[in-house]
């Protein structure tokens, strides 16, 4: 069992930055791939970014490419979402999860973390 925590949301500009920081309970967290995700009010949980288990792959939306960026240190069981130019469509609560094998794009985690929320404002 893995218990992740995120932290770093908040409300910001347009056009501001925020990191998250998503901290697992497992030393297990650094065999396995991290992602990213978010969710908007009446809308399904989309995928942002996501990591491999070294961070030597790494995968983003189209949608925050080039302003995002994930990375990991294992040492510290935590994995970080660097937010830059954020735009009101940005607005969601943002979710990391963790699975064994390969990095995906699919909600086919197996842990998740509670959410933070992440508001952006004109």
């Known amino acids: 069992q893995v218990q992740l925590v995120e932290s770093g949301g908040g409300l910001v500009q347009a056009g501001g930055s925020l990191r998250l920081s998503c901290t697992a309970s497992a030393r297990t967290f650094s065999t396995y791939a991290m992602g990213w995700f978010r969710q908007a009010p009446g809308k399904e949980r989309d995928f942002v970014a996501g990591i491999s288990w070294s961070g030597g792959i790494t995968y983003y939306a189209d949608s925050v490419k080039g302003r995002f960026t994930i990375s990991r240190d294992n040492a510290k069981n935590t994995g970080y979402l660097q937010m830059n130019s954020l735009k009101l469509e940005d607005t969601a609560v943002y979710y990391c999860?963790?699975?064994?094998?390969?990095?995906?794009?699919?909600?086919?985690?197996?842990?998740w973390g509670q959410g933070t929320q992440v508001t952006v404002s004109s």
């Open positions: 999860a963790v699975k064994p094998g390969y990095l995906s794009r699919r909600p086919d985690y197996d842990y």
